[in-house]
């Protein structure tokens, strides 16, 4: 089991950054592939980002592509998501995941780890 706790979200206005942060705890960091995933109201849970155990492999929905960047620091057992270019569109609760079934997956079924959550709100 691996805990994970986000943070850095908060009201922006658009065109506005953000980093996101989520520090893990439990099992070896590494172990993990990571992934930032996020949900508007009334919609459904959709991924952001995702990033492979060693940071070699990356993935970003193509609504972020260009504006946000995933990294992790395994020494640090946190994952980040730097925001750029932020849209209204982009306001949702973002959520951090981690699993274990393989390197890296871009497939937010296989993540079986969650954080709470954090709110980020663009406004126009």
């Known amino acids: 089991q691996v805990n994970l706790v986000e943070s850095g979200g908060g009201l922006v206005q658009a065109g506005g950054s953000l980093r996101l942060s989520c520090a893990a705890a439990?099992?070896?960091?590494?172990?993990?592939?990571m992934g930032w995933f996020r949900q508007a109201p009334g919609k459904e849970r959709e991924v952001v980002a995702t990033i492979s155990r060693i940071g070699a492999s990356t993935y970003y929905a193509d609504s972020v592509k260009g504006r946000f960047t995933i990294s992790r620091d395994n020494a640090k057992n946190t994952v980040y998501l730097q925001m750029s270019i932020l849209k209204p569109e982009d306001t949702a609760v973002y959520y951090c995941?981690?699993?274990?079934?393989?390197?890296?997956?871009?497939?937010?079924?296989?993540?079986?780890?969650w954080g709470q959550g954090t709110q980020v709100a663009v406004s126009s």
């Open positions: 439990g099992h070896t960091f590494s172990n993990y592939a």
């Open positions: 995941a981690a699993t274990s079934r393989s390197p890296w997956s871009t497939y937010l079924n296989s993540y079986d780890y």
